[in-house]
DNA sequence: CCATCTCTCTACCATTTGGTAGAGAGATTT
DNA sequence: AAATCTCTCTACCAAATGGTAGAGAGATGG
């Protein structure tokens, strides 16, 4: 019965799965050590308590995002192309690992007091998201607005819509993978019309 | 020790608080009793079950919302104009009411069953909120695009935006209530740019 | 061959949790 | 005044929860 994956690793699966789709409070060690056919004391040896649990999936899913989100960023795109070139990795994301955009929206909860954790990890990834959006503004490929409220829409916009499918089948949109597509292409023309840049033949608006 | 406002309410309004803002497993019977300052079997008097003092909590918050909702779409505005007004309404309701927001997030969660339950209440509302965008997309005031779909992005944008504290934290945006205005202002912005309507023959671009 | 290290297990435990049973005190009705 | 109804309480309880203590088994190294 000895598994090839080694088992500390199969523990962050399972709990991964379990905080990211039920929540922390929702999610015992005794259900998650039955799920992988091992007893809690097995759990509580590599992690010395749920809260370091907790803890260490968050460094584990900060990571594969981080990893995922600079990898989709080192391409050298640029405006729009470049936006629409992330949205379609999480999406992709929304439909393999539901569970990761569900961990991050467990930590950033109201009451939470884990949210440092996750953004000591982020952060630095949100300073170049920002910087970036900011230099595409300067060079006229993006629409000028402020950037942090900008990445902020994006976030909540892009994560909603690729990972509420209860809200989604409120909505009479089916959770099929046509239907994700039809999503991501809708939502991709949303941005672009929000993100291009004024018509150059019209005085830009100022306030 | 009376209090005027009756017990029943006042049970039905702490508990909207906790599962708005900790969640449904997080929240104890116990704890909410004591933050009530009567016993735990005061609440169940009221509530047969955890289960049910839940439902009764998301029929109060839905009548709540669509209440809001129906009452802000009455006053016959059109358009851009009509989307924006609702915004600034949410806006306000992330800031008086945070848990409301709180609740229907923790409703519309992938492991929820008690989704029916809220999308029996709104569900009218939300075909309603469709309609209009279908007409005004067809009057020409919007830009043409899949109503479902915007409907969508449109809730993922603005509730996201208006109830994700912790995500504008990590993001450098301060939870004043100077940023909140400044948040809905950008947001606004964001939303005009993406639903004013392709063809600016004759935009009515009113404020 | 003995000692140590790694890993998983059994055996418990204190606390918390949602929930049951039913008493007691006012108020209201008969 | 008696009976009933409304509301809140005390007294429990079985189950589940996170966690401690330590044994046993197999591998590894001296």
Redesign the pocket.
């Known amino acids: 019965m000895n598994n090839s994956v ?3 690793q199969r523990v962050l699966e399972a709990a991964l799965n379990a905080f990211g789709t039920d929540g922390y409070a929702a ?5 998650l ?1 039955e799920q992988l ?6 759990i ?3 992690f ?4 370091a649990l907790f803890d260490s999936v968050i460094d584990s899913a900060a990571r594969d995002l981080v990893e995922l989100f600079e990898q989709e960023a080192s391409r050298g795109l640029t405006g729009i192309d470049q936006v629409e070139a992330i949205v379609r990795r999480i999406f992709r994301l929304a439909v393999s690992r539901p569970e990761l955009l569900g961990l991050v929206r467990e930590v950033t909860r109201p009451g939470s007091i884990t949210v440092g954790r996750l953004s000591d990890h982020v952060g630095p990834t949100v300073d170049r998201a920002r910087a970036f959006l900011e230099r595409e503004m300067t060079a006229g490929r993006l629409r000028r607005s402020d950037p942090s409220m900008l990445l902020l829409s994006l976030y909540s916009t892009v994560v909603g819509v690729a990972s509420e499918l209860e809200v989604q089948r409120a909505m009479g949109i089916g959770p099929s993978a046509r239907a994700t597509v039809g999503r991501r292409t809708e939502l991709t023309r949303f941005l672009r019309a929000a993100l291009a840049p004024t018509d150059p033949g019209r005085a830009p608006e100022s306030r």
């Open positions: 080694p088992t500390r999610t015992s060690l005794d259900a050590a056919g091992v007893r809690k004391q097995t509580l040896y590599y010395p308590s749920k809260q």
